[in-house]
Each structure stands twice: as C-alpha cells, then as structure tokens.
C-alpha cells in the first residue's frame, strides 16, 4: 500500500526464445533477446476501482506498431476489478481495438489484487451479524468445501464425509 492509501500492481511478460531465429525483412533475432516485454501497471483504490493505469513496452515483434496501442490502456481507469472486470476489458480492448497480451496481462488484476491486500487489517465486524462463509471457499480445486483444506483451515465450512448437517 502506499502512502496516500492507493495500492500499485503491476504485471509483466517477458517472452524469450532459447533460439535465434529470421525475422520479417531477414533480420536475426538473437536466442536469449525478449520478443515481447511489457508491463502493465494499475493503481486501485479499497474498494477495487483503479485509479490509474499505465501500459509499457520494451519489446514487441512489431516495435512501435505494437507500442502505439499503450496510451489506450488509460481507459482501465474507472473499471472495478470485482465488478465485471474482465467482461468489461473484453468489451473495451477486444480484438483490433487492444493488445492480446496487454490485455492478457490485465485479466490477473482481480486475482493479484485479492492475494495482496489478504491478511490486511479490516474493520471490526459488527458482532451481532452472522458470520459469512470465506469468499476463497469453492474458488478453486485445493479449497473445495468437501477438501481436505477446508477441513483444516476451515473446518467451520467443511461440507465433506463426516459433517452433520447445520441448522
């Protein structure tokens, strides 16, 4: 988190190839020398709304053809990560109007954003409701309700052999 309590998260990808190959107009591309970098950053506010967003590359295959498309990348401002993100970049920068990569790249922010603020402190919980079930529980394979790690992290929502049924 940072000072003015806005979180950054960024993403790269970084594509090498472990062999030289010709490329378009015969040019050698060297083993070891990035085909694509770029990076993608975000800022979001607590309530998952970003903030801002800054796109970046150091390498594509079509150099400023590919760079060209960055600036558009601003339009991530105002989407929620928790609200419809992904169908709503889909929308925004499918096809010709984005980066396959770049846009790739913007679809781990839900599930990056949610790893790094866990285990931030929260606001107390009124007492007098009803404690909800762990959002993460049936979000995927190893925290399957009838799982062996929901029987031992939260053996409260276990749903496997064994359990009696709640009231």
Not at 134 to 148: N, S
């Amino acid at each position: 988190m940072r000072d003015d309590g806005l979180w950054d998260l960024d993403a790269e990808l970084l594509d090498v190839k472990a062999y030289d190959f010709t490329k378009h107009g015969g040019a050698i591309h060297a083993a070891g020398t990035p085909v694509h970098r770029m990076y993608l950053r975000i800022t979001i506010d607590d309530d998952y709304t970003i903030k801002a967003a800054v796109a970046a590359y150091d390498a594509a295959p079509y150099d400023q053809y590919c760079f060209a498309i960055a600036p558009d990348y601003g339009d991530l401002v105002g989407m929620n990560l928790l609200r419809g993100f992904r169908d709503a970049v889909k929308k925004r920068f499918g096809r010709t109007a984005g980066c396959t990569h770049m846009t790739e790249l913007s679809h781990l922010f839900p599930t990056t954003a949610i790893q790094a603020r866990a285990g931030r402190p929260h606001k107390p919980r009124d007492p007098g409701l009803p404690e909800k079930r762990p959002f993460q529980i049936e979000g995927c394979h190893a925290l399957r309700a009838d799982g062996e790690a929901v029987k031992e992290f939260y053996p409260k929502w276990y749903t496997g052999p064994g359990v009696k049924a709640r009231q």
